[in-house]
């Protein structure tokens, strides 16, 4: 029996010690550490007095607990000693002390404070953390300069320290961190020379230097890099020229040296690194007169990305081009295009992105285009194209999003090509000489955000079909030949979610029942839409391409390159509108711009209007309204500019602050509204023979000039003005603006 115990106590005995052999060694976390971590905890009055403020994650930081097992903390298994600390997006509210306990923590390998609300200059005492492979302080709004001290962080691979306020040269000691593999500096205010010991950070893969402030050359050290991978000198003062050899660069993927002034030719042994796939290059100074030469092309990926914008380049376009995915070749000076791609006949290019805008290009639109089935943004504006758009474009819609056609020449009717179009959003083709009427196929087009027709000769009714289109927020008929009537009792309104309709410059005529703006819902509250961003438009491979407008200014035409969503704007003058201002016009609360000038309504001006607590400007003037102004307009506080004149007011100008700033022409050619002196300092009244004589001159401009911007938005902070003035007795124009 005695035996049988034994063996059993034995037996447990070697289990025991097997098992434990078998398992890993349990670490537990040092004291010293422990309490290290806690001090640097205290360090930061938001947290020592409410651990768990901002992060649940240090709600389990305490000294009964094994800090081992804290949660963003990790420990070495043999040693205890803390060698990761992530702290990502809690907010410190505070600085990094000299005497941080943060630098007790000698075996520090990673220490991550990414957005973490950090102000104040980077310690010198980062020496300290001698260990260190990942140091992440972006995202914070530290100061001064990056300290020499960590030039003695030698193990150091991961280095960002971007999206502060770092001012300065990168201290020289950075070009001997020989192990950093990963470099990004970008969005501080640093200035300089790139340092000429880059070449010695041979084992770099990636290097981000964007948005600062550095100038002067690349050095010649740079072509050492081999091993990058991804390259952002972009929105800098470099200049003079790229290294004439970069074929060395075999990793590189992506190379981005956007806005800076960079010169000289097409950088051409760019183009022999195999993996090559997003290269942006505009807005710089780069020259060529001939075609731009692709080296090994057939060898290249086929789906590179390539952006020449804002250059010096001309002559032909390369007939390479059906190589690329995304093409950015605007703001050139190209002319023509080189013998037609014969390829784009024999295969199916995978080009998506296709931007010529802004060059020299005249004659017929290529045809090769409509060989282009993958397209989804074509950009043809601003060149002197002339012909027909070519019925082929049929062939595009099935991918096609945006075509971007405005400013050129073209003639002809414009071709019913959108009968299969499910993703199109986006038609521009102002500016040109385009007669006919509007492409009915445009109706399957359920997606369409923005129709610009502006400066055509289109003779058509107005397009009630479109009103069943819920996406549609943008349409502008500006300067045709529109007629007839808005409003028809068979006919559904529509339109719910319009931001701008400009019609003006047309013959509409006919009365707007009351109710007529009771059905455009997007301009009496802000919807919020499934995207988030502040203006019109969709991102393009990482750079935001914005729909834009065109509006009068100071009476120059100026493109508005930002739509902003938060803009809405109603332009109905100079047609042959006529009976009372709709009273619904008081629920668009979320108006900005209101012009109906140039008609003949008449009756008093609605009291609703009182009601548009964000408009900024609004246009009355050249009808035929009567009664009084309604006094609560003065309440509008942002109302910078109104204008009544050329109407049968009467009765006092109100006396609030918003009409005492108005120009006295505001209100003039209203005989019997009086209180001009408490503006002017004066009564003026117009001079009827003037008047009849400008009448005989010009029987068509029953108008005046009228400038008005619109207000832009900071973050907080409503901030803009919106000036108007009468200049003349005729020519009547309305301006809209938009800051970004």
Known sequence: MVGRHCYSYFFFLISLLLGTLA???????????????????????????????????????????????????????????????ELPSI????????????????????????????????????????????????????????????????????????NNRLVGQVPASVGKLSSLEWVVLSDNHLVGNILASLGNLTQLYYLNLGHNKFSGNIPVSFVNLTKLAEVHLNNNYFESTLPVDMSGFQGLDYFDVRENSFSGSFPTSLFTVPNLMKVFLGENQFTGTGPIEFRNISLLPSSIVLYLDHNKFDGPVPRTIYKFLDIDFSYNSFSSFEKSPSKVLDESPQITQLDLSSNSFQGPLPQWICNLRSLEFLDLSNNRFSGSIPQCLRDLTVSLEELLMSNNNLSGTLPDIFVNAPNFKVLDVSHNRLEGKLPKSLINCSLLQMVNVRSNKLKDEYPFWLGSLQSLNVLILRSNQFYGQLYHSHASIGFQNLRVIDISHNSFTGSLPSFYFSSWHNMVTSVQQAYDDETLGSPRFGIDYHNSMEMVHKGVDTEFERIRRDFRAIDFSRNAFFGNIPESIGLLKELRVLNLSGNQFTNNIPQSLANLKNLEALDVSRNKLSGQIPRDLGSLSFLSVMDFSHNNLQGPIPLGTQFQRQKCSSFMDNPRLYGLNEICGETHVSNPIQQESDDLSEPKEQVVNWIAAAIAYGPGVFCGMVIGHIFFPHGHEWFMEKFH
């Open 23 to 85: 398992s890993p060694t349990l670490s537990y976390c040092r004291h010293d550490q422990r309490d290290a971590l806690l001090k640097f905890r205290d360090e930061f009055p938001i947290l020592r007095h409410n651990p768990d403020a901002n992060d649940t994650s240090l709600s389990s930081w305490n000294k009964s607990s094994d800090c081992c097992s804290w949660v963003e903390v990790k420990c070495d298994d043999k040693s205890g000693e803390v060698i990761s600390l």
């Open 91 to 162: 907010s410190l509210n505070s600085t990094l002390k000299p005497n941080s306990a943060l630098f007790k923590l000698q075996r520090l390998s990673k220490l991550s404070l990414y957005n973490s609300s950090l102000y104040g200059e980077i310690p010198s005492s980062f020496r300290n953390l001698s260990r260190l492979e990942v140091l992440d302080l972006s995202h914070n709004a530290l100061v001064g300069q990056i300290p020499e001290s960590l030039g003695n962080l030698s193990h150091l691979t991961y280095l960002d320290l971007s």
